[in-house]
């Protein structure tokens, strides 16, 4: 097994890795961008909204700003976010006050235009909490005419993608195999269509062959395979070589969101592990 780093920096993280199962990098995948939480504003109380913007326009566009959230690491892994789901559904059980207490931040947003026509951003949204805020300061959010206000009330709440997208600290997150790309040279005339038809530029006549340049940026989609005249080449997926790519809202860092999918996984086999032991003890006795 090993893993090459193709990118890493604070927007996304691109890993090359041999000998690992697709279905582990595709549950690490999934588990980035549905079970990784992160603050979400949920709660909009509209004291006043003057503006030409429904309420309800103005909370969803609230809602899609992404928060902060790596400096509370340990606050989002603490509580049960299962539990704090449960706010925002028809539930009987509701979880108890201090459950809400340790969920929830509460947010201001207030503004108005005198005399000339203002825009509002992100970075007007006063938090109580000073490491969850917007992640970006320049996010628009509502355009006030001379005269027009609004005063709002908000509470940020810990969530998932598995809820709603909005919790999702991971833009992107895929894995796709890494292809093998093969030339037959007695049957190329080097007519230069594969070439000239790859999107991502991977093929190159060079010192009168076919050369592969970068085999990690072929996505397969066999449009070489498809032009060639004389059926010279073919492209085919390797199943043990992959790519995993995961990129960032900006709401924690792309190294954060791989590590904590790994550590929920962890903890979800482990509570499976747990299970299957007790279920054998019970037959046992
Ligand atoms: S399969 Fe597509 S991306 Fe890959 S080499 Fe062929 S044309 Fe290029
Ligand atoms: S399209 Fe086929 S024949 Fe033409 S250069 Fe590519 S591999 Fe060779």
């Known amino acids: ?15 090359y890795l041999e000998g690992f199962p697709l279905s582990l ?16 504003i949920d709660e909009v109380t ?13 909370s969803h566009r609230l809602a899609m700003i992404p928060l902060r ?27 108890s006050k201090d459950v809400c207490d340790k ?13 000339e026509e203002v825009t509002v951003y992100s970075d ?45 600290p991971a833009t992107v997150a895929i894995t796709r195999n890494v292809a093998e790309i093969k030339i037959d040279k007695d049957l190329c005339n080097l007519c230069g269509k594969c070439v000239e038809i790859c999107p991502k530029k991977v093929l190159n006549i060079d010192g009168g062959v076919i050369k592969v340049e970068r085999v990690t940026d072929c996505i397969v989609c066999k449009q070489c395979v498809v032009i060639c005249p004389t059926k ?7 199943e043990d070589k992959n790519i995993l790519r995961v990129e960032s809202s900006g709401a924690l860092e792309p190294e954060t969101i791989i590590r904590l999918s790994l550590e929920l ?3 979800d086999l482990a509570s499976l592990q747990d299970f299957i032991e007790k279920v054998k003890r019970g037959v046992k006795s």
Not at 46 to 58: G, K, R, Y
Not at 232 to 238: E, G
């Open 1 to 15: 097994m090993s893993v090459e780093v193709r990118e890493w920096s604070s927007e996304a993280i691109e890993l």
């Open 46 to 58: 509209i004291v006043v909204n003057t503006s030409a913007m429904f309420d309800e326009m103005l």
């Open 124 to 168: 007007e949204i006063k938090s109580e909490d000073p490491y969850v805020k917007p992640v970006y300061g320049n996010i628009p959010i509502v355009i006030l005419a001379p005269g027009q206000q609004i005063s709002l009330e908000l509470r940020a709440r810990i969530g998932r993608g598995l809820e709603h997208a909005k919790w999702s």
């Open 69 to 95: 959230s790596e400096e509370s690491i340990n606050k989002l892994l603490s509580v049960d976010v299962a539990l704090c789901e449960k706010c925002s559904l028809d539930s009987e059980e509701k979880p």
């Open 103 to 115: 969920c929830f931040i509460n947010m201001f947003l207030e503004a108005e235009a005198h005399d």
């Open 25 to 40: 990098l595709n549950a690490i995948r999934r588990y980035s961008m549905a079970k990784v939480p992160t603050y979400a």
């Open 265 to 267: 996984l962890r903890r």
């Open 232 to 238: 010279a080449i073919d492209v085919v997926n390797l």
